[in-house]
C-alpha cells in the first residue's frame, strides 16, 4: 500500500511542478505584450510630434507664399497708380495699397512667431527621439530576456511531461485513473491528513476513516472535497517515526 501512495506522491510532484512553471511563463508572454504596447505608445507620441512640426513646416510656406503674392499685388498696384488720371481713382487704389501693406506687415509679425514656433518644435521632436531610441533600446532588451525566459520555462515543462509518462507507469492504474480524475478540477490531488483535518479542504475526516489511513498506509477518498486522501505518517521519513 504504502508504495502505490508513494508512485503517486511522485508523480503528484512532478504534474505539481509543471503547473508552478506553466503558470510563471504564463506570466511572460503577457508582460511581452505590455512591453510592446508601451514601446507603440511611445512611438505613436513621437508620430505626433514629427507631424506638428511638419504642419507648423506648411504653415510656414504657406504664410511666406502668401506674403509674396501679396508683395507683387503691391508693386503692380504702385506701377498702376502712376497712370491713373482721376483724383478719386487714384485715391481709391492708394488705400487699397496702404491695406495691402498693412496685412503684409502683420503676416510679417505671424512669420516670425511661426518661425520661434517651429524652431521650438523641431527642438521638442529632437529631444523626445533620443528618448525613445533610449527608451526603444531597454524595453528591447527587456523583451528579449522574458522571450529567454519562457523559452527556458517551456522547455523545461516540455522535460517534465517527459518524465511523467515514466513515473506514471509506476502508479496502480485503478489508483491513476481516480487520480487523472480528481486532478483535471483539483491540483493537489492527493493530500495528506493530519491530525484528522484534511489538507485538501480542512475538514475532519471520520476518525474511523482516519484511523484506517494509518493502519493501512494506503490512500481513500475524502469525504468532503473527494480528494485522493492519505495519512500524513505514511509517507514520513522511516528513520523520523523510529
Ligand atoms: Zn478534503
Redesign the pocket.
Known sequence: MREKLKALAELQKVDMEAATLRKAADVHPRQIAELERELGAARSAIEAERNRVADIERQKLQLEQNIADEKDKVKKWEARLAEQRSTREYSALAREIDIAKKANLTMADELVELTKTLATARETVKGKEAEFSARQQQLGSRMSELRAKLAEAESQVKQLEGQRSGVAAKVDATLLRRYETVRKKKLPAL?GVVAGT??????N?PPQLYNQLRTSLGTDV??????I?YAVEALADPADAK
Not at 198 to 203: D, I, L, P, R, S
Not at 222 to 227: K, M, N
Open positions: 493530500v484534511c489538507q485538501g479542504c480542512n475538514m475526516v475524502c469525504p468532503s472535497c473527494h480528494r486522501i
